[in-house]
């Protein structure tokens, strides 16, 4: 279910696949941060959630796995083959993870990237750009730009001259637009595939 098929109907299989992941990324970034901290408030599962979102729509427009018209399964690659898969985890500077196979398999995969957002996540709120551990959007902003550019980046997107300033403008750009929404359908969709388990 979470693999793109290019041989299909491109609009017809963009909504299903679409609507697949979205099922996936929603219930596995909830399962995360429920795990990691059994006391979570709704509001901050849903403001984590958006940033799991968000984030996948910045790292990889949403693609982890795609069935080719060669009938050979790919895995999404990204910054001149160093990013792998949705979340785009960098070789460079995780590659024992990725040789581990943690591109590749999407939970798994998933689950270590949400590691890395979600250590920056708890750094935010104590940050002058933040302020405050329930201004939702200054702190998904902030934990994106440390899981993009490092822990010392974590302000960066309050910075228009920053070298990767685009990036963080990328990034705020698919957090105001959501533009998944439209394309995903069926929101409460139940996930074809069961995250709490795998």
């Keep these: 279910p979470v693999i793109f098929g290019d041989a ?18 929603r219930d596995a970034s909830a399962y995360y ?12 599962v849903e403001a984590f959630q958006l940033a799991i979102l968000t984030t996948a729509a910045q790292e990889s427009y949403w693609t982890h796995y795609r069935l080719f ?12 083959g160093h990013g792998h898969g949705l979340m785009q985890v960098d070789d460079r500077h995780h590659f024992p993870a990725i040789s581990q196979g943690l591109g590749w398999n999407l939970l798994g995969h998933m689950a270590y ?5 979600y ?6 709120p104590a940050q002058s750009c933040v302020g405050s551990a329930t201004n939702w959007e200054a702190r998904i902003r ?4 440390a899981y993009n550019g490092g822990s ?13 300033a685009r990036n963080d403008e990328g990034f705020y750009s698919h957090l105001k637009g959501q533009r998944w929404k439209p394309l995903a359908g069926n929101l409460a969709k139940v ?3 069961n995250v709490p388990c795998l």
């Design 69 to 80: 018209t060669d009938k050979k399964y790919k895995m999404m690659r990204g910054d001149v």
């Design 33 to 44: 941060i429920k795990k990691r901290k059994p006391a979570v408030s709704a509001a901050e």
């Design 191 to 193: 996930a074809a595939v």
């Design 142 to 145: 902030s934990a994106w730009s």
């Design 152 to 164: 010392g980046k974590i302000c960066r997107w309050t910075n228009p001259k920053d070298t990767w």
């Design 119 to 124: 250590a920056q996540w708890e750094r935010a």
């Design 8 to 25: 299909k109907s491109r609009d017809a299989e963009r909504k299903r696949y679409m609507e697949e992941l979205h099922a996936v990324i």
């Design 113 to 117: 990237a949400m590691d890395i957002y």
